[in-house]
C-alpha cells in the first residue's frame, strides 16, 4: 500500500513522491517544515483484503467462532472471536463492509448485538439470548472446575469481588474473616467427599493478564445430587456462563440444600463458625460432629457475620429477652432486639448490615444494575472505605461507580474534589496542561490547534509566546485546524480512481 505526505495546512500533497510503506514516509516528514501527515492511499476497487481475512481464519491469527455458530455469520464478514489482553466476555470482530476491509478495520460487538444487528427481523429476542448462552457456555476459554476441599472452598470464596444473581452488592462472605478460626466457607467440606459439598468456578482464562488467579463465577454444588442453589460472578456475563456449564455437566438448579452436611467449627463459647446459607433452607440442626441444612431447624444460618449461636439471646442495648428469633438483629458486633434496632441503628445497604446510629452514615449515590443511579443508605465506614464526597454537588458517590477529579476552582489555585459524572458539564481539561479547571477558568479566544478551549494561564503563555517569536503570526494559535479524514493516529486514506 503506497503512502505518501500530505500538507496539512493546504490540504494538498506536499509532493507527488509516493512511499512503499508507512515508516518511509514518517522519516520523510523531517525534509518539510511545515506541518505534515502521512496518508495511505487506497483503490476503490481493490478486493485483496478478501484473501487477507480468508489467510487470518485460516492460519490461525483469528480465532474462529464455534462450527454450529457460523450459520448465524455472514460470509463476507469473516466472523471471528475478538482477543484482549483482557477478558471480554461474548465479543466477536468482524469485517463491516468493503471500505473497513481494505483499511484493516474490524468492528467487536457482543454476539447478541450482532445477531440484533443482522437477523433481529428473524430471530425473537429469547432465540438471541439463548444463542447468545450457548455461545458462551461453550467457549474453550473457560474450563469448569469443580472441588471438594477446604482450601478450594476458601479460594473460590475469598475477596474474589463477585455478586449474587440478585443484588449489586459484592458477596457478604468475602468480609474479612480474620478474627474467625477459619473462613465461614470452609464449614462446606467435612472432611469426607462422601458426604460434602463441592464449589464449582471459573476462572480468568488469560495467562497475560495480572488477575489470571481472579474467580470469575462460582456456585456451591451438590455432587450426589448433582444440584446447585445460587451462582454468584464478576458480572451477569460470567454467571450465565458457569449455568451453562454446569447444566452441560448435568447439574440443575435447586431450591435448597436441606439435608447436606456442614462441618462444626466451634469459634466461641455457645458460637460456631457459619456462613450465610442461600436457598429456601436456612436453618441448621446441630449434631455431635456436624451441622446440617434443613428448612426448620434449631438454628437459623442468616446472619453475616459468618457464625451462628447456640445459646438463646437478651438484647445487648436494652436487656430484654428476645423471644422471637426473627426479631434479632445483629448491630455492631451485638445482639439487639428489632425494636432498638429500628430505633437506635441504620441498615447500612454497602455492608447489609447494622451499625449503631452513633458510627454516622449518609446517603451514598450508586448505580443500580440497570446502570440507573439510584441512593442507598451507608454508614460511615462504608463511606470512609467505599466513598467520595463531592464538593460541587455536596453528596457522596460510590467508589465502584463513579470517579473522583481534582478540579482547580479559582485563579489562586484552590482544588476541589468533584463527581466526573455528575459534575462533567461544569469543568473542562486543559489540553496544553492537562490540568481540570472550572468552567469559568476557560480562555473565551484561544485553542489548541485541534480546536480545543485552554485555560486562562495557557492562552496567556501562548499569546506571549506569539508576540516574542517575530516568525510566528500572533493570531496563528487562533486558526483552526486543516483536518482529512482520520482511520487512524497515523494514517489517512485518500480513495482515487483505479489506474
Known amino acids: 500500500m503506497p503512502y505518501m505526505i500530505l500538507n496539512v495546512e ?36 481493490d478486493t485483496s483484503w478478501m484473501e487477507r481475512e480468508r489467510i487470518r481464519l485460516e492460519d490461525g491469527t483469528y480465532t474462529p467462532v464455534p462450527d454450529w455458530f457460523q450459520q448465524y455469520c455472514k460470509p463476507e464478514h469473516y466472523v471471528h472471536v475478538a482477543r484482549y489482553k483482557d477478558i471480554t466476555s461474548g465479543m466477536i470482530a468482524f469485517t463491516e463492509n468493503a ?42 476459554d473457560y474450563t469448569l472446575t469443580i472441588e471438594q476441599t477446604r482450601e478450594a472452598f476458601i479460594y473460590a470464596y475469598d475477596r474474589q469481588g463477585v455478586t449474587s444473581e440478585s443484588s449489586t452488592f459484592i458477596s457478604c462472605m468475602e468480609k474479612d474473616f480474620s478474627h474467625l478460626p477459619e473462613h465461614p466457607a470452609a464449614v462446606y467440606y467435612t472432611g469426607s467427599k462422601s458426604d460434602s459439598l463441592a464449589i464449582a468456578y471459573i476462572k480468568n482464562p488469560d495467562t497475560a493478564c495480572r488477575t489470571t488467579e481472579r474467580v470469575l463465577a462460582r456456585a456451591v454444588v451438590w455432587p450426589d445430587n448433582k444440584s446447585f442453589v445460587r451462582v454468584y460472578g464478576r458480572d451477569e456475563t460470567m454467571r450465565t456462563v458457569l449455568i451453562t456449564m454446569l447444566e452441560e ?69 436494652c436487656g430484654d429477652g428476645i423471644d422471637d428469633e426473627d426479631g434479632i438483629r445483629y448491630v455492631g458486633g451485638e445482639y439487639w432486639c428489632g425494636h432498638c434496632a429500628d430505633t437506635h441503628a441504620i441498615f447500612c445497604q454497602y455492608y447489609d448490615e447494622y451499625f449503631p446510629d452513633t458510627d454516622g452514615g449518609n446517603t451514598v449515590i450508586t448505580l443500580n444494575w440497570r446502570g440507573r443511579q439510584e441512593e442507598q443508605t451507608w454508614s460511615q465506614r462504608a463511606i470512609d472505605n467505599a466513598a467520595f464526597y463531592c464538593e460541587h454537588t455536596e453528596r457522596y458517590y460510590s467508589d465502584n461507580d463513579f470517579n473522583s477529579i481534582e478540579v482547580i476552582v479559582n485563579k489562586r489555585g484552590h482544588t476541589e474534589t468533584w463527581c466526573e459524572t455528575a459534575c462533567q458539564d461544569h469543568y473542562f481539561i486543559c489540553p496544553d496542561c492537562d490540568k481540570a479547571y472550572h468552567t469559568d477558568l476557560q480562555s473565551t479566544d484561544t485553542t489548541n490547534d485541534d480546536g480545543e478551549w485552554v485555560c486562562l494561564e495557557c492562552a496567556e503563555k501562548r499569546k506571549a509566546e506569539a508576540e516574542a517569536d517575530d516568525n510566528i503570526d500572533s493570531d496563528t494559535f487562533k486558526l483552526p485546524p486543516v483536518t482529512p479524514t482520520i482511520h487512524d493516529e497515523r494514517q489517512y486514506t485518500l480513495a482515487v480512481a483505479a489506474e
Open 10 to 45: 493546504l490540504n494538498e500533497p506536499a509532493s507527488d513522491v509516493l512511499y512503499d510503506t508507512a515508516h518511509e514516509a514518517l522519516l520523510a516528514r523531517g525534509l518539510y517544515s511545515f506541518r505534515t501527515r502521512i496518508m495511505a492511499i487506497v483503490k476503490s476497487d
Open 99 to 140: 471500505e473497513k476491509g481494505r483499511q484493516d478495520i474490524q468492528l467487536r460487538l457482543t454476539v447478541s448485538r450482532y445477531l440484533s444487528r443482522f437477523y433481529g427481523d428473524v430471530l425473537s429476542s429469547d432465540t438471541i439470548s439463548r444463542i447468545y448462552q450457548r455461545f458462551m457456555g461453550s467457549s474453550s
Open 249 to 317: 455437566a448435568g447439574f440443575e438448579r435447586t431450591d435448597d440444600f436441606s439435608g447436606a452436611r456442614l462441618k462444626r467449627i466451634r469459634y466461641d463459647n455457645g458460637k460456631f463458625v457459619m456462613p450465610y446459607i442461600d436457598g429456601d433452607a436456612q436453618c441448621v440442626d446441630e449434631y455431635d460432629d456436624h451441622f446440617e441444612i434443613t428448612h426448620h431447624g434449631d438454628f437459623q444460618a442468616t446472619e453475616t457475620q459468618g457464625y451462628i449461636s447456640t445459646s438463646r439471646f437478651s438484647c445487648e442495648q
